[in-house]
């Protein structure tokens, strides 16, 4: 019955995998804990929602147990997702707000007629959306409604939406509630958030990491590109959501420490030879390409970061070094090794199609040039007489 009532909430299959966001990997499960009076439990909801709660009637529960916890107004149904040390944990990672001062309640596990009346509101979320899309469209409002979650006793539903700016619902809110009989709240989630509520594949060849572990997004400008020397190609760089991919800020920390004493490059190099300017750099292998001006214009030479220090100490002094590089790091900049795709140099069906009869071409004989000595007789003539004469 969990598995169903999950799947129902959109928690697994139903929303692009978002159960394995939900769901916390306890590292602390066995390890005894000491009783406390700090009794919190994590409970999870739909559209990656969490809140903390207070097992005020010290339930024994443990991950996967279905609860009635506290409301406003009422009461809700969830799932609980964490217990034990590691709540404390979360709670602090999390920066978790207090209501009023205190933790809200756990009153019950949930008994069936709960669970039933729980199901009765999960059936109504889609048409509940559908309508509400037209009632947004009917009143002229620049928003979309994403998704609805019901609160477990049928009294409170959450609406989410998308907005590019501020927009005035107060109107929609009236009319939402007239129309459905329940209490509304407006929640606006961004772009990135509808991303991974919807889900996808991302060109990696992976599931979008929004719809799969994601719960934080953290803001992500061209910087991160710049930093890693990667074109500031919109379309490249943008996600399915529209927005920078977030996996721009995975390894930006490493580039910026493995930069730290790299000279600036905006600064020409002077030799004897003439003026150099930037062109690229390979950060893992602390190497800067430069290309010269005029007579000099070679292609892109590969100069160590050491050197081009030197260089730069040496040009601020007025010196000019004969070459741009030395004897022993003398290495011209070659063209890096591309990929070769095997599979696209034969064709799919060349076993497909018929042989060629190649015949083996026979050597010719010394004496006779190119042509080659026959053994077969003239035919003979009707009376009788043949060419071959003896």
Same mark, same amino acid.
């Given at each position: 019955?969990?598995?169903?009532?999950?799947?129902?909430?959109?928690?697994?299959?139903?929303?692009?995998?978002?159960?394995?966001?939900?769901?916390?990997?306890?590292?602390?499960?066995?390890?005894?804990?000491?009783?406390?009076?700090?009794?919190?439990?994590?409970?999870?909801?739909?559209?990656?929602?969490?809140?903390?709660?207070?097992?005020?009637?010290?339930?024994?529960?443990?991950?996967?147990?279905?609860?009635?916890?506290?409301?406003?107004?009422?009461?809700?149904?969830?799932?609980?997702?964490?217990?034990?040390?590691?709540?404390?944990?979360?709670?602090?990672?999390?920066?978790?707000?207090?209501?009023?001062?205190?933790?809200?309640?756990?009153?019950?596990?949930?008994?069936?007629?709960?669970?039933?009346?729980?199901?009765?509101?999960?059936?109504?979320?889609?048409?509940?959306?559908?309508?509400?899309?037209?009632?947004?469209?009917?009143?002229?409002?620049?928003?979309?409604?994403?998704?609805?979650?019901?609160?477990?006793?049928?009294?409170?539903?959450?609406?989410?939406?998308?907005?590019?700016?501020?927009?005035?619902?107060?109107?929609?809110?009236?009319?939402?509630?007239?129309?459905?009989?329940?209490?509304?709240?407006?929640?606006?989630?961004?772009?990135?958030?509808?991303?991974?509520?919807?889900?996808?594949?991302?060109?990696?060849?992976?599931?979008?990491?929004?719809?799969?572990?994601?719960?934080?997004?953290?803001?992500?400008?061209?910087?991160?590109?710049?930093?890693?020397?990667?074109?500031?190609?919109?379309?490249?760089? $943008? &996600? @399915?959501?529209?927005?920078? #991919?977030?996996?721009?800020?995975?390894?930006?920390?490493? =580039? !910026?420490?493995?930069? +730290?004493?790299?000279?600036?490059?905006?600064?020409?190099?002077?030799?004897? $030879? &003439? @003026?150099?300017?930037?062109? #690229?750099?390979?950060?893992?292998?602390?190497?800067?390409? =430069? !290309?010269?001006?005029? +007579?000099?214009?070679?292609?892109?030479?590969?100069?160590?970061?050491?050197?081009?220090?030197?260089?730069?100490?040496?040009?601020?002094?007025?010196?000019?070094?004969?070459?741009?590089?030395?004897?022993?790091?003398?290495?011209?900049?070659?063209?890096?090794?591309?990929?070769?795709?095997?599979?696209?140099?034969?064709?799919?069906?060349?076993?497909?199609?018929?042989?060629?009869?190649?015949?083996?071409?026979?050597?010719?004989?010394?004496?006779?040039?190119?042509?080659?000595?026959?053994?077969?007789?003239?035919?003979?003539?009707?009376?009788?007489?043949?060419?071959?004469?003896?």
């Amino acid at each position: 019955m969990e598995d169903n009532l999950s799947i129902n909430r959109g928690c697994c299959k139903g929303s692009a995998g978002t159960c394995s966001k939900l769901e916390v990997h306890d590292w602390l499960s066995d390890v005894v804990h000491m009783a406390t009076a700090d009794n919190i439990v994590e409970v999870r909801f739909k559209n990656t929602r969490k809140d903390y709660f207070r097992n005020n009637n010290n339930l024994k529960l443990k991950s996967g147990d279905i609860v009635a916890v506290e409301a406003n107004p009422g009461h809700d149904i969830g799932v609980v997702s964490l217990t034990g040390e590691l709540v404390k944990h979360q709670i602090r990672k999390q920066k978790v707000k207090l209501v009023n001062g205190d933790f809200r309640k756990i009153y019950r596990k949930a008994k069936q007629a709960d669970i039933d009346k729980w199901k009765e509101a999960i059936s109504l979320e889609h048409t509940t959306m559908i309508k509400s899309r037209q009632i947004t469209n009917d009143l002229g409002l620049d928003m979309k409604i994403g998704d609805v979650e019901y609160q477990g006793d049928k009294t409170k539903a959450i609406f989410y939406y998308i907005a590019e700016g501020r927009v005035d619902f107060r109107q929609l809110i009236r009319v939402l509630a007239e129309t459905f009989r329940i209490r509304i709240e407006m929640k606006q989630i961004g772009a990135r958030q509808e991303a991974g509520r919807i889900g996808g594949i991302g060109p990696c060849g992976r599931e979008l990491c929004c719809a799969t572990w994601m719960n934080s997004f953290v803001s992500v400008t061209t910087n991160s590109a710049r930093y890693q020397e990667i074109s500031l190609n919109p379309q490249k760089l $943008a &996600g @399915q959501c529209g927005k920078l #991919k977030c996996c721009l800020n995975y390894e930006v920390d490493s =580039y !910026i420490d493995a930069q +730290k004493d790299f000279p600036p490059n905006n600064i020409p190099l002077h030799t004897e $030879a &003439g @003026q150099y300017n930037f062109f #690229k750099a390979d950060i893992f292998k602390r190497t800067m390409y =430069y !290309i010269g001006e005029g +007579k000099n214009n070679t292609g892109p030479l590969a100069v160590p970061v050491e050197r081009v220090k030197e260089i730069i100490l040496m040009n601020k002094k007025g010196k000019r070094p004969d070459k741009l590089l030395n004897n022993t790091d003398s290495i011209l900049a070659q063209k890096p090794k591309e990929f070769e795709d095997v599979l696209s140099q034969d064709s799919l069906t060349r076993f497909d199609q018929p042989k060629r009869n190649r015949k083996k071409k026979r050597p010719a004989n010394k004496n006779q040039g190119n042509r080659r000595p026959s053994n077969r007789q003239s035919p003979r003539k009707k009376d009788g007489s043949g060419t071959n004469n003896k």
